[in-house]
């Protein structure tokens, strides 16, 4: 049970910070459908900073350099939708879409050449951290508590003030909602987008660095995130946008994706002798389902998607 906890909490971390992610871009009017090659180039940025930093650093400097490392990659690949979408007016869909494939081709050409670069006959998409990744966690009485929990955490309380306490937060709503009407009170819609998708990208990447280090001390970036990017989007339309559902919705669907790694610890469980691909299906699964059922009554921004036009009104 305690494994299933930790399990839970972890991948709940994920999913919180990549759905909320997706919450800013939607609330500013982005629709960012790339959210899993965000991750992947976070995840690449996390990975390889933890790979190169000295031992000697102490824990919290280490937590603070990986993190800045992953945020800043998810910043830049974020910036890509925002200048096709903003700028350009493209197709905020295909773009997203465009990401998704650049990222994880990337991912692996980058760590290949890399490797190459430090190993002749190593040509594999591997990043190893196995250092680096001891500061991340604590040992509480047998939990392996990832301080990557309380930042979700705190990051989700931050979400919360940010979109409905503070006047960022009501203006980037309201560049969702009516854009003709935020720019006749002054709003700059441009500048608030751009804000929107590159927070996007920062919680993006984190949560791909949240995910690598899940359970492992290394990575073969030819897997990508699983499609952890996408459950994050079914997460963030369960949550209605809104993000204190978000994270209730996450931790239900944290807790199905831990099924699958923790299932054989279960008696109960593993006498139903269900394949192991099954558990890792689930989530997925219940994801389609809460859609169909969802989708109807849920209310996105209206303004998502619709590139603006100052001269419309």
Request: aromatic letters at 10%; a positive charge.
């Given at each position: 049970?305690l494994?299933?906890?930790?399990?839970?909490?972890?991948?709940?971390?994920?999913?919180v910070l990549?759905a909320?992610?997706?919450?800013?871009s939607e609330h500013?009017g982005?629709?960012?459908?790339?959210?899993e090659?965000?991750?992947?180039?976070?995840?690449?940025?996390g990975?390889?900073?933890?790979?190169y930093?000295s031992?000697d650093?102490a824990?919290?400097l280490v937590i603070?350099?990986?993190?800045?490392?992953?945020?800043?990659?998810?910043?830049?690949c974020?910036?890509?939708?925002?200048v096709?979408a903003i700028?350009?007016?493209?197709?905020q869909?295909?773009v997203?879409t465009a990401i998704n494939?650049?990222?994880?081709?990337a991912?692996v050409v980058?760590v290949?050449?890399?490797?190459?670069?430090e190993n002749?006959?190593?040509v594999?998409?591997?990043?190893?951290y196995?250092n680096?990744?001891?500061?991340f966690?604590a040992?509480?009485?047998?939990f392996?508590f990832n301080?990557?929990m309380?930042i979700?955490?705190?990051?989700?309380?931050?979400?919360?003030?940010v979109l409905?306490?503070?006047k960022?937060?009501?203006?980037?709503?309201?560049?969702?909602e009516h854009?003709q009407a935020?720019?006749?009170?002054?709003i700059n819609?441009?500048?608030?987008?751009?804000?929107?998708?590159i927070?996007s990208?920062a919680?993006?990447?984190?949560?791909?660095l949240?995910?690598i280090?899940a359970g492992?001390?290394?990575?073969?970036?030819e897997?990508?995130?699983?499609g952890?990017?996408f459950?994050?989007l079914?997460?963030m339309?369960?949550?209605q946008?809104?993000?204190?559902?978000?994270g209730l919705?996450?931790?239900?669907?944290g807790?199905?994706?831990?099924l699958s790694?923790?299932?054989t610890?279960?008696?109960?469980?593993?006498a139903?002798?269900?394949p192991s691909?099954v558990y890792?299906?689930?989530?997925y699964?219940i994801?389609?389902l809460v859609?169909?059922f969802?989708?109807?009554?849920?209310?996105?921004?209206k303004?998502e998607g619709?590139?603006?036009?100052?001269?419309?009104?």
């Open positions: 049970m494994l299933l906890l930790q399990y839970t909490l972890i991948f709940t971390s994920v999913l990549v909320l992610g997706g919450c800013f500013s982005v629709i960012n459908i790339g959210l090659g965000i991750m992947v180039t976070g995840a690449l940025g990975a390889l900073a933890m790979k930093l031992g650093l824990a919290p603070l350099l990986v993190i800045l490392a992953s945020v800043l990659a998810g910043m830049l974020s910036l890509l939708l925002a096709a700028k350009f007016n493209a197709d869909t295909l997203g494939l650049l990222s994880a081709a991912a980058i290949r050449a890399i490797n190459t670069a002749v006959d190593n594999s998409s591997t990043v190893e196995r680096a990744r001891k500061a966690l040992n509480i009485g047998g392996e301080w990557f309380l979700a955490f705190l990051i989700l309380v931050a979400a919360y003030v409905y306490k503070t960022f937060g009501l203006r980037l709503c309201a560049c969702g854009p935020a720019d006749s009170v002054g819609v441009y500048k608030m987008r751009y804000a929107g998708v927070i990208g919680l993006g990447g984190l949560g791909g949240v995910y280090t492992v001390s290394e990575w073969k970036f897997n990508g995130v699983s952890f990017g459950l994050a079914a997460v339309i369960f949550g946008w809104k993000p204190v559902n978000i919705a996450a931790l239900m669907f807790m199905f994706r831990a790694n923790v299932y610890g279960f008696d109960a469980l593993a139903l002798n269900i691909t890792n299906m689930l989530p699964i994801s389609l859609l169909v969802v989708s109807k009554k849920s209310r996105a921004p303004a619709i590139p603006y036009d100052k001269g419309q009104r």
